[in-house]
């Protein structure tokens, strides 16, 4: 899970998933935004073709209807003999007129032109339109369900309606509007109950919408294209920057504070920064140089010349005396700044056999041997000292849990691997160590007594061995 990677990659996490969010959104936003407009763009073609139709309309039934020659194919409408004004008055509508040249002429009333030009339209334009009406003379007039429903909606106080539609591969948009009767149209239509206002019938006009859709689908991919690969440029930004400013410092940060306590700096670019990193940088600086001061001061009382009786005359190690006496102030001091300590006791394994079988000499000179080496891996400011016989006693400072157990394997591994030498003797020898640290620390006294007890653990348990105390010990 995310929650268990680094603070940069937590960081680049969170920032990318609200850009990512946001970008989605964003092309929702997008394509619901081109909809609109695309809907708004045919709604304005479509009012305008809509105006057009009735300002036509209106100039035929200004005249009360146009009449033109009758010339072969122009036919006179058969349903002018169906219409009146109704009420008991006679029709006034003359179907076809005869000139004094014997010329004819046939009505062409505002319906019937509108008719005759959407079929015009309709075999000559990409667009095609409709009249009709809930009470259509003429069956070519007849609604279907969209204009049915347009039509009982408009006589509601509806103004216009539309929808997208779809016939085959062609997409095509259709808007309706009310036609409302005039009063000269009650000439012909008053015997259908009409009054002035009332809602005659509409006109429906289908669009197609081939070219625009593909335009909005290019549209649509040039925003997706574009908005993406800003997307990844932002994105790769923050990866950079966040590794720069965030990551990169706290990995610099975290190395310097884990050898704590060695002579070293933090580097000047994060000391130079004014935000939190930087204040973390010199806080961890000032740290590392007031520890590396109290070390000098314990290193110089380390050092100090102390009398014959606190030294052990063979290895120059520090004996018992010392140990219960400068050393435990010297353990207690540690608790009390709450420095990290541990505890290691050693005993060489089968010493006794090495006196039996070559001697008091060789076993004090594998006493020597070991004592260098125990010089070699601990540091200048541990306490070194030989407990007892073949037993050592090491009090270090643990900058961390788990200190001392790295320390004795560093011991345990040196002493297995090195080479004694007596005179023309050479052996090998092993060591038992006991290591407390951590939570299984008391005083001085105690603390020896469970560093006792783990070192039996480990000469019971097969010398040669490392075994750190632990509460189920007895």
Not at 61 to 87: E, I, M, Q, S
Not at 220 to 225: C, G, I, K, P
Not at 319 to 336: D, I, K, Q, V
């Amino acid at each position: 899970m995310w929650l268990y990677g680094s603070v940069g990659k937590k960081l680049g996490f969170l920032i990318s998933s609200v850009l990512i969010a946001i970008f989605v959104l964003t092309a929702f936003w997008f394509d619901d935004f081109a909809h609109r407009n695309l809907e708004k763009l045919m709604l304005q073609q479509a009012r305008v073709l809509y105006q057009q139709l009735v300002i036509t309309r209106s100039w035929n039934a200004a005249f009360g209807g146009v009449y033109v020659r009758k010339t072969p194919g122009v036919v006179t409408n058969k349903y002018l003999d169906k219409v009146g004004p109704g009420h008991g008055m006679p029709g006034t509508v003359i179907p076809e007129i005869t000139d004094k040249q014997g010329h004819v002429y046939t009505l062409k009333n505002p319906a019937l032109m509108t008719r005759e030009l959407s079929e015009l339209t309709a075999n000559n334009a990409d667009f095609r339109f409709h009249m009709t009406s809930l009470k259509a003379i003429n069956p070519g007039n007849i609604p279907d369900d969209f204009e049915k429903r347009s039509l009982q909606q408009f006589e509601t106080g509806l103004k216009e309606t539309s929808e997208f539609g779809r016939d085959n591969e062609k997409h095509y948009f259709r808007f309706m509007a009310p036609l409302y009767v005039e009063h000269s149209c009650l000439a012909c239509h008053g015997f259908q109950g009409y009054k002035v206002g009332d809602v005659r019938g509409g006109i429906c006009l289908t669009l197609p919408m081939n070219t625009e859709l593909e335009l909005l689908n290019t549209s649509r991919l040039q925003f997706l294209a574009g908005a993406g690969i800003l997307l990844v440029l932002v994105l790769t930004a923050i990866i950079l920057g966040s590794r720069y400013l965030v990551t990169r410092p706290l990995h610099l940060l975290q190395q310097f504070a884990s050898s704590m306590g060695q002579p070293q700096q933090v580097s000047e670019a994060l000391l130079a920064r004014s935000d939190e990193v930087g204040l973390l940088a010199k806080e961890l600086n000032d740290a590392n140089a007031t520890l590396l001061a109290q070390r000098d001061t314990i290193l110089q009382g380390t050092q100090q010349p102390f009398p014959d009786n606190n030294t052990d005359e063979l290895t120059g190690l520090y004996n018992r005396h010392y140990l219960f006496s400068e050393g435990a102030r010297l353990y207690e001091r540690w608790r009390r700044d709450g420095v990290g300590i541990a505890v290691l006791l050693i005993d060489i394994d089968h010493f006794k056999l090495v006196n039996d079988k070559f001697g008091h000499l060789v076993g004090d000179d594998v006493l020597v041997a070991v004592t260098q080496i125990l010089k070699t891996q601990c540091r200048p400011y541990d306490l070194v000292a030989r407990y007892g016989g073949e037993e050592f006693l090491v009090l270090l400072e643990a900058s961390s849990y788990g200190s001392g157990n790295s320390s004795a394997q560093r011991i345990l591994q040196s002493i297995s691997e090195h080479v004694f030498q007596s005179g023309v003797i050479e052996l090998r020898i092993t060591v038992s160590i006991g290591v407390v640290e951590g939570s299984s620390l008391g005083d001085l006294d105690s603390t020896l007594c469970k560093a006792d007890e783990a070192l039996t653990r480990a000469k019971e348990s097969g010398r040669n061995r490392i075994v750190a105390h632990s509460d189920d010990m007895s």
